[in-house]
């Protein structure tokens, strides 16, 4: 028996518990004009503010769910894991941070490589997850990549990366820093092969994937106002000793610039790219079934 025993309740605060009548998260404050959105409002416009067109970071499942028909697909190679090879350790042990990443994002890695069809025609399409060690490239995402390529090439589709990431993985060294001659050679295959691949840079696409396969696309698309470039413009600024243009290193400068073909609107992405595949000679897969004759040659 416990020798003091609280007989009365505590007395209870007289502001705590008080439930709230709008529910947590139902609006969003835009960043981009200040004003209140409704979250299901957000959610049906692909996350894109109806008022100022502002484009809120979306994670890579909901990105293939918007590009791809019926919002289905079917996801290659999901168990790839890291196995540290060099077994870092930053401000923790990167095995750690990989486990946390993991158990937060229920991804294994920071891409997730899909088949599906856009407007009808087959495509493999590669999408980053930002919020996976900032959709860092090192040896799983290199490899994920490399092989959705792959399967381009096997099954002569058009490839499709969407790139969201702060470049090569540190935790990796220079094993990630490898991955950009992989994507690059797996992709110059892809070429050899006479297949197109569409290049999807979005907010932000930094570092070692827009030195590599990010730049690489017959296409090279970006989303409005996305931040796109190699190093960041402090460290460019301190290199060059100079101060640097008004919206550098965003979408819409790059395009002046020649660095990028196009501007796409996320809400208009999906018929562009369909538009840009057919340009290519991408078939629909049921025009495609119709005249047998066609799809033997490749066999
Ligand atoms: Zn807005």
């Given at each position: 028996m416990a020798w003091f025993k609280k007989t009365r309740k505590p007395m209870a605060s007289?502001?705590?518990?008080?439930?709230?009548?709008v529910p947590e998260g139902l609006w969003v404050k835009c960043p981009g004009c200040t004003q209140l959105i409704y979250k299901k409002e957000l959610e049906q416009n692909l996350?894109?503010?109806?008022?100022?067109a502002h484009h809120f970071r979306i994670n890579a499942a909901e990105r293939l769910k918007a590009l791809l028909d019926g919002g289905t697909y079917t996801e290659h190679f999901p168990n790839l894991v890291s196995t540290d090879p060099l077994q870092f350790t930053d401000t923790k042990p990167y095995r750690d941070r990989l486990q946390k990443t993991i158990a937060d994002?229920?991804?294994?890695?920071a891409v997730i490589v899909a088949t599906g069809r856009i407007e009808g025609a087959d495509v493999v399409v590669a999408a980053m997850e930002y919020s996976f060690i900032g959709g860092s490239m090192g040896v799983v995402v290199g490899e994920k990549i490399t092989r959705a390529i792959e399967i381009a090439i096997d099954r002569r589709l058009p490839a499709i990366v969407i790139s969201c990431s702060g470049g090569a993985r540190m935790m990796e060294g220079a094993l990630s820093l490898m991955q950009m001659a992989k994507v690059s050679a797996a992709l110059a295959r892809l070429d050899r092969a006479r297949l197109p691949f569409i290049s999807v840079l979005t907010d932000p696409t930094t570092g070692g994937v827009t030195a590599s396969?990010?730049?690489?696309?017959d296409l090279n698309i970006a989303e409005p106002k996305a931040l796109i470039g190699f190093a960041g413009p402090r460290v460019i600024e301190q290199t060059i000793r100079q101060k640097l243009p008004e919206g550098f290193q965003r979408s819409e400068f790059l395009v002046e610039h020649g660095m990028l073909d196009l501007v796409i609107d996320r809400r208009e992405m999906k018929a562009a790219i369909a538009r840009a595949l057919r340009f290519m000679g991408a078939m629909p897969v049921a025009e495609a079934d119709a005249v047998p004759v066609a799809v033997t040659a490749d066999a």
């Open positions: 007289s502001t705590a518990e008080k439930p709230s009548r996350n894109v503010c109806p008022k100022c994002t229920g991804l294994k890695d396969f990010a730049m690489l696309g």
